[in-house]
């Protein structure tokens, strides 16, 4: 199993991709220093100006939200340099903004039944919203920036970590819903593997550069990492699946698509990256299933030579 990664050769954005989400299996968006909101189709990495935003709005986090509750992800919240959280409309209007932390706030998450907001800011403090955007309380004051916040699957935990994780500022964390696991990554170029009361599972080897961004997959049985032009797959253990070489500068966003084949991924030299899974294997008694490509998977009967077909999906 790995990722094939397809990358346009000119970046669209005229500078930093800070936040990427997708809408549907095949549409994601995308945010840049360049003030411009892309809509980006995936399946030809085509990108459309879905919107100009003010003067001075820098992203600095993007999500969606969840797409368990709504088939279509209508709405989505953001965090941007100058502390505020915004919320958006799927048409890319603001419906919403409030002033959520002093200094910038870094990071913002829906919770996983989509009743609440976590922030994190500049200022250290983590805070909990209502999906309309109202403060509903200041869950940590911590005494430096929290740069990463994540729920757990049932939405009544959150971290930012209160254990010593990392040799050097944590960058980046998530927190799977699905199997109750944390991973995070830090500027002493590793990430590592926790479980749910702070213990470590695994700890990866010495990177060449900091871990920049993490995110599971649905599932929870797979997350990507990422780093300076590097993009790493991984299994909820920790070991590593593929490692892809990019040239687009260190990456600042990962998020996964709803169904969990692929990962869209916003750099710091303007390009947005996709990902899909190839050659996952799947076995079930003598029949055996290996996804070639994003859309095609190729079923086996092992006990039989000529027992063979490909099967294109949407």
Known sequence: MRLKVIQAREARHADCVSGVGWSNSDEVLSFGDDQRLLKWNMINLEANKMADLPSGFYATSLHFFPRSISKQNDIFAVTTSDGKLHLFSRTGKIDRSVEAHKGAALCVRWSSDGTG???????????????????????????????????????????PLSWKAHDGI????????????????????????WDSFGRVLFSSSLHEYPITSLSFSPDGALFAVGSFNLLRLCDKAGWAHSLDILSSGSLMALAWSPDGTQVAAGTAGGHVVH??????RVSYRNLDVVQTKWNIVEVRDVSSEAAYESLETK
Not at 125 to 138: F, N, Y
Not at 174 to 188: F, P, R, Y
Not at 275 to 280: S, V
Request: aromatic content about 6%; glycine content about 8%; proline content about 3%.
């Open 170 to 193: 944590v960058l980046c964390a998530d927190w799977s819903a699905a199997s109750d696991l944390i991973v995070t990554g830090g500027e002493d170029c590793k990430f590592k593997v």
């Open 275 to 280: 990902a899909h899974i190839i050659e996952r």
């Open 117 to 159: 907001i976590l922030t994190s800011g500049q200022d250290g403090t983590v805070k909990m919203w209502s999906r309309q955007g109202l403060l509903r309380s200041v869950l940590a004051t911590l005494p430096s920036p929290s740069y990463s916040c994540a729920w757990n699957g049932q939405a009544n935990k959150v971290a």
